[in-house]
T-cell receptor
Framework: DAGITQSPRHKVTETGTPVTLRCHQT?????MYWYRQDPGHGLRLIHY???????DKGEVSDGYSVSRSKTEDFLLTLESATSSQTSVYFC????????????FGPGTRLTVL | KQEVTQIPAALSVPEGENLVLNCSFT??????LQWFRQDPGKGLTSLLL???SQREQTSGRLNASLDKSSGRSTLYIAASQPGDSATYLC???????????WGAGTKLIIKP
């Protein structure tokens, strides 16, 4: 497996609480992505990063913000969690080999009560 | 809107059979096509990546093909085993921003 870790792996929180998920890579890949996966919707891109401090929105970015201050870390923040943000969140990386092969982290299961 | 379609949504076959999973896409200006496997409750594992200039890629019992003119990719699994049971997803790559457009997946069950 590519060197990608996500933390925490599981989290239960309450509506209105801020939540930050962390993705850490040891592969020095340029691109990093945050997805959410929900039954009936498949994988949907939230935000992605194409370099340190360079980020852009995906198709479901409302309610989420990201930051990338180092190559190896990509943070996803839910400023005020809602029940609709209950999901499994995956981080992915790509870009070192130049062919955009994406490699995924193990996921974080987030429950917002 | 560019779309990726995987049919069937689910497939159940006896162990030992050779099988083909299908992935179709709109817009032949594809950058690449990637196949993934996802086990229940787990992350995604990259199986094969086919660049737009390639027609196929092989890894062990897996062979993926790409036909841009027909907008189709297939994943061929030879001599299927119960351990191949998983959901298989395909995704087409975009060169403009390195994003992937995803299919909904085919859930494969291999019966012992």
């Amino acid at each position: 497996d590519a060197g990608i870790t996500q933390s925490p792996r599981h989290k239960v929180t309450e509506t209105g609480t801020p939540v930050t998920l962390r993705c850490h890579q040891t592969e020095n890949h340029r691109y990093m992505y945050w997805y959410r996966q929900d039954p009936g919707h498949g994988l949907r891109l939230i935000h992605y990063s194409y370099g340190v401090k360079d980020t852009d929105k995906g198709e479901v970015s409302d309610g989420y913000s990201v930051s990338r201050s180092k190559t190896e870390d990509f943070l996803l923040t839910l400023e005020s969690a809602t029940s609709s943000q209950t999901s499994v969140y995956f981080c992915a990386i790509s870009g070192t080999t130049g062919d955009n092969e994406q490699f995924f982290g193990p996921g974080t299961r987030l429950t917002v009560l | 809107k560019q779309e990726v379609t995987q049919i069937p949504a689910a497939l159940s076959v006896p162990e030992g059979e050779n099988l083909v999973l299908n992935c179709s896409f709109t817009d032949s200006a594809i950058y690449n096509l990637q196949w993934f496997r996802q086990d229940p409750g787990k992350g995604l594992t990259s199986l094969l990546l086919i660049q737009s200039s390639q027609r196929e890629q092989t890894s062990g019992r897996l062979n993926a093909s790409l036909d841009k003119s027909s907008g189709r990719s297939t994943l061929y699994i030879a001599a299927s085993q119960p351990g191949d049971s998983a959901t298989y997803l395909c995704a087409r790559g975009e060169d403009s921003n390195y994003q992937l457009i995803w299919g909904a997946g085919t859930k494969l069950i291999i019966k012992p």
